[in-house]
């Protein structure tokens, strides 16, 4: 049986931090054991767990054929662009003194 890992190790092995994992730990994400405090990770379940995530990860990567995208940027800022000036346009007129 191989030694149980800490959230640290853990960290190392994933490049994140060990507060990331604890978190993930806290979460379910990832498989661990909780004893009384402290967190371990089975090295095996680990790996399974990652290559479990990676096969997940390619599978969400194609979009299904009748996916809703965002509209572009630039018709996004132009829109905006627009409301703008129309704001300023209002600020800036030039108002008729009041009669009186």
Avoid: Y
Wanted: cysteine-free; overall charge positive; aromatic content about 4%.
């Amino acid at each position: 049986m191989n030694p149980l890992l800490t959230p640290e190790q853990v960290a190392e092995r994933l490049a994140v931090s060990p507060k990331m994992v604890r978190a993930w730990l806290r979460e379910g994400k990832i498989p661990g054991i909780r004893l009384g405090r402290l967190w371990r990770v089975d090295p095996d379940a680990l790996e399974t767990w990652i290559a479990g995530e990676r096969t997940e990860a390619r599978q969400d990567a194609t979009p299904p054929p009748d996916a809703q995208f965002p509209k572009p940027k630039a018709k996004v800022a132009q829109k905006r662009a627009v409301r703008v000036s129309r704001a300023f346009a209002k600020r800036t007129r030039k108002r008729r003194p009041r009669r009186g």
